[in-house]
């Protein structure tokens, strides 16, 4: 089984693009990790108290564990301290395998969490230094190359993603839908966001149909993959 690490901007972005792919992983057996980088605060709808509660309820609903990096919500930005502290969560997850926010986007946040987990990547895998440990997670280990990026899509550009490939979600559709209603503050409490689930629904019905399943998520990386 593997160690999965999905790093988040904020509560909610690994739910929006790859909730049903959390819930299938975590049923098979894998190690998942869904790592915010912040508390999505200030925002519109909501509080600090009452996001951290949401992604804490998401979590149960996937099954997975969480932790929050805690850098300022709408200020990310990427440093030398930031990706140390991400390759600190990767040596410390022992993580096999990363998946970030597709490097298209209009959010800067989005925008600067995929830079900074790119280059985290590298940076855990380094001899002769330390990372910083995150509280809640295991001590922090040895230096660690995960094989294998993937990039999921939660942009806030109008724009249709164009996929790698597709994962059959069908049977965790009902759990990525749970997991997104977790954050009422952020759907059912703001009328911008009026009728949100239904239109994931919609788009992962679209994205099943065309590899003939009811359900499917898009994932887009820059390595080859290998099949069999």
């Known amino acids: 089984m593997a160690n999965i ?3 988040a901007p904020h509560p909610d972005d690994a739910e929006i693009g790859m909730g049903g792919t959390v819930a299938l992983l975590a049923s098979q057996g894998h190690r998942v990790l869904i790592l915010d980088m912040t ?3 200030p925002t519109p709808v909501g509080d600090r108290p009452t996001r951290l509660a949401e992604a804490a309820a998401a979590a149960r609903v996937l099954n997975v564990q969480r932790a929050l990096l805690d850098l300022p919500n709408r200020r990310v930005t990427h440093s030398i301290e930031a990706r140390h502290a991400v390759a600190g969560v990767i040596r410390s997850w022992s993580a096999d395998v990363i998946f970030m926010p ?9 925008l600067a969490t995929t830079r900074i987990a790119e280059d985290a990547r590298f940076d855990a895998k380094l001899t002769k230094i330390d990372m910083p440990a995150l509280a809640g997670l295991p001590p922090v280990g040895p230096p660690k190359y995960p094989k294998w990026v993937f990039y999921y899509f939660c942009s806030h550009l109008r724009s249709v993603p164009s996929p790698t490939f597709l ?3 069908s049977a965790f559709a009902k759990s990525k839908r749970e997991s997104i209603e977790c954050y009422r503050s952020q759907f059912e409490l703001n009328p911008l ?5 239904d239109r994931m629904a919609t788009q992962d019905a679209y994205f099943g149909s065309r590899i003939g399943v009811a359900a499917a998520e898009p994932f887009w990386c820059k ?5 069999r």
């Open 223 to 227: 390595e080859p993959l290998g099949l």
């Open 193 to 197: 966001n009026a009728g949100f689930p």
């Open 5 to 7: 690490l999905v790093v």
């Open 102 to 110: 597709h490097p298209e986007d209009a959010h800067p946040d989005h």
């Open 39 to 41: 508390d999505g605060c």
């Open 167 to 169: 994962l059959d979600t």
